[in-house]
């Protein structure tokens, strides 16, 4: 069955069972493989996207869900704070797999798209259920911040 959805700003047609879930599409289907597998469940955070800006886990999101909303992958971010978190990423040398990193990037952005100073708590409660296997915690809470500062300057 062919359903059209919108990634990135560009509309596609895909021809895949309703119930097949947003991550495998975007892979398969469109082979944006920034986003990861990671648990299937929706509990370690490595396929969040955003739908409608705000984020998604999409290994448990079936496509057939999506309606006329539209996806932002980690191919597709863009923008201040976009650039602000990922330039913060590289001078804290966050990754270290980097298998978690599109997960951990977009969780982020969308948290530094909401509060602009993000305390502890703020940055633990946006970033909980993001598991990082290398235990970067430390870094990316650095990189969040430094990512704030950016923004406000």
């Known amino acids: ?52 800006g705000k984020p998604l886990r999409s290994c448990a999101f079936p496509i057939a869900a999506l309606g006329d909303g ?38 982020a952005i969308a948290l530094l798209s909401e509060v602009r100073r993000p305390t502890d708590r703020d940055i633990d409660l946006a970033m909980n259920g993001n598991i990082c296997r290398c235990a970067a915690y430390v870094r990316i809470r650095a990189a969040i911040k430094d990512a704030a500062r950016t923004l406000e300057g």
């Open 1 to 52: 069955m062919a359903i059209s959805i919108k990634v990135n700003g560009v509309r596609h047609s895909v021809d895949v069972d309703g119930d097949t879930p947003l991550l495998w599409v975007l892979r398969d289907a469109l082979g944006l493989t920034g986003t990861k597998f990671g648990c299937g469940i929706a509990q370690c955070g490595a396929c969040t996207v955003f739908l409608n």
């Open 70 to 107: 539209e996806v932002t992958t980690i191919e597709g971010v863009n923008g201040r704070t976009a650039r602000a978190v990922q330039r913060a990423w590289t001078a804290r040398d966050v990754p270290q797999c980097g298998y978690c990193q599109s997960g951990q990037v977009m969780s």
